[in-house]
């Protein structure tokens, strides 16, 4: 199937830092990509839709000043949390519609600690 | 937006049982798709049944869908320790799609 890489797979950040995780569609290219945080022992939460060209889309309760999303080409978005505090460590998955039938796959994630 | 509900929330089983696991839904949906996650790893897709798909067979996988009842099942058979991990069913497709809680798979050895 298609695969979608994440970069870096974990990361440790000093508060007041930011961080930038990058979403790759390594054989298919992906005109939306999506975004979700995962906390431990819960469900994925979507954050946000990342257009290629144009601006994110973001859940209710998302803050788009707080997460940036860049979608610049057809094969990468990034997510970029600024300022980031300790309540922002988390697991971040990304996702991509991918061949053959559109099915959603997802990257391997990136654990977040912010200290 | 589209939530799956996963039950049980939990299930514990000896290697070589089957393991079911069920999925309900609220509104209408063209397709839905079935997911893997293992302990701190991303999500790994194992299935996707369309609304005009009643029972579709990977390998040890079984889904079934039942529209009029809004609900789907993952059937795995002769379970191996391997296949522990939590699993999701995700209605819809893209922004629609929503997760439950999952469906955590505990396969002992």
């Known amino acids: 199937g298609a695969v979608v890489s994440q970069h870096p797979s974990w990361v440790i950040c000093k508060s007041g830092t930011s961080v930038k995780i990058e979403c790759r569609s390594l054989?298919?290219?992906?005109?939306?990509m999506f975004w979700y945080r995962q906390f431990p022992k819960q469900s994925l939460m979507l954050m946000a839709t990342s257009n290629e060209g144009s601006k994110a889309t973001y859940e209710q309760g998302v803050e788009k000043d707080k997460f940036l999303i860049n979608h610049a080409s057809l094969t990468l978005s990034t997510l970029t949390v600024t300022s980031a505090h300790p309540e922002d460590s988390s697991f971040y998955i990304c996702s991509a519609p991918g061949p053959p039938s559109y099915e959603q796959y997802f990257g391997p994630g990136t654990r977040l600690t912010v200290t | 937006s589209q939530q799956g509900e996963e039950d049980p929330q939990a299930l514990s089983i000896q290697e070589g049982e089957n393991a079911t696991m069920n999925c309900s839904y609220k509104t209408s949906i063209n397709n839905l798709q079935w997911y893997r996650q293992n302990s701190g790893r991303g999500l790994v897709h194992l299935i996707l049944?369309?609304?005009?798909?009643r029972e579709k067979h990977s390998g040890r996988l079984r889904v079934t869908l039942d529209t009029s009842k809004k609900s789907s099942s993952l059937l795995i058979t002769a379970s191996r320790a391997a296949d522990t991990a939590s699993y999701f069913c995700a209605p819809g497709r893209g922004v629609d799609m929503r997760f439950g809680a999952g469906t955590r798979l505990t396969v002992k050895p």
């Open positions: 049944i369309r609304s005009n798909e």
């Open positions: 054989d298919f290219q992906a005109t939306t």
